[in-house]
DNA sequence: GAGTGGTCTAGACCACACT
DNA sequence: GTGTGGTCTAGACCACTCC
């Protein structure tokens, strides 16, 4: 059983082949609204059942790339809008910008969980957490500060480990931890003085603040990161749907 | 054509009934990380297919309410966190928070559409717009500054109308207009010296800006709307996934 | 009426976790 | 091995839109 050649990629589900090849052949380069082929016509094209197709579609339309009109048909929303909402590390999401991520270590401190972030990792206030503090950037640009705690206990050594680059690669690479799902909250917050000064700001500009607690597969919690962006350089931009 | 009596409602499709029926016996009041019963046995206890309840379990997990982990089970993540992204009105919003909606109207204003509304509305820059400004309460206490715009020829007479209520049932009662999904840009920014005595916050004081762009379930555009949030009473909770 | 998306059935096999 | 969720098939009927 070999793949053909040129085929080097692991057997992706076909939900997701049809997916990338709808995005390609009609949502990529293609005016908005132009119509989709029916669901039947793309079954019969992949030789696949309608369900799946309707699974492929289904991934398009909750990215916020497609809408669909019962009775009517499947629409292109234009090729530029529409970041879904993914679970992204900042390196990750630099790159997927076309930029290269970096960051500047500020901090890494041993101390007692405290009580949000206890109960926040399912702590007791007085466990142990490690605390690292980083300045990230895209292109050298300062773009966010970000404070991340994790339990002590599951990251032994972390400390002697290089923080400049992505925590979740790190975090899979020497600990087998891989975050797949998290809560998120984001309020508008101001700078004081010190964090404008860290940002490249002027003082009491705008951020976005992002308060985070990640888990892994089994349900437990593996990090929680307050991340505070500057206004001028990160926002948020989704589709979202009527019942 | 009459309902059964006791029957208000109507019939909805079984998933969204079965995610209904989850919801109250394995989610709410539930602690966190409850398990629910195997997709074979659920199906099984409502009588549909696997499918059908794996679809209603689908919604669950994408309104950030459940976790899936594969040969493990399905686990409820608890019953407080996690607002999902839904299309909804600020009336609608504040009434699902147990509040009461009202509104003050600043200004009701026609004019032409310009350069970036012309662009959202997909109207020529001289065409007619109505905009609608409002500050916006719950319980009687400011929450948001609003400003709404609609092409002109789509909602004749609108000025005359009580615009105080909420918008989106105002369009659809009187001009058959339903927005089923839109485009949202949420960022932070800085209230002006006007803006936070609207408000009633300090001048300078943060706050979350979200622009929206809402579509009826053809395609076209029938608002941009560019809200205002005061940022001590106003966040955005919601739970992300990994691919 | 013809065509489209929306829902649903009754199975099957695979990948992964637990023990 | 057994049980779980993940994917997929090959149909069916309904609700809606457009002509």
Known sequence: MTAEPGVTAPPRSKYLQIKDALLEAYIDGKPA??????????????????????????????DGLVYRVQGGGTYSVGPSIAKSLRLTSFSEDVRARGRTPSSRLLEVAHGAAGDEVGRSLHLSPGDGVVTVRRLRMADGEPMCLE????AAATVPGLEDLDLTGSLYELLERHYGIAPTRAEQLIEATVLDEHD????????????????????????????????????????????????
Chains 1, 2 share one sequence.
């Open 196 to 243: 404008a000064a860290m940002l490249g700001v002027p003082p009491f500009s705008a951020a976005l603040r992002a308060t985070r607690t990640s888990y892994d597969s089994r349900g437990g919690p593996v990090e929680y990161a307050v991340t505070t962006y500057r206004a001028d350089r990160y926002s948020l931009r989704f589709a979202v749907r009527r019942d």
């Open 147 to 150: 404070v991340c705690a994790l």
């Open 33 to 62: 609204g132009s119509a989709l082929p029916p669901e039947r016509v793309l079954a019969a094209d992949f030789g696949v059942t309608r369900v799946t197709v309707r699974r492929a579609i289904d991934e398009l339309e909750s």
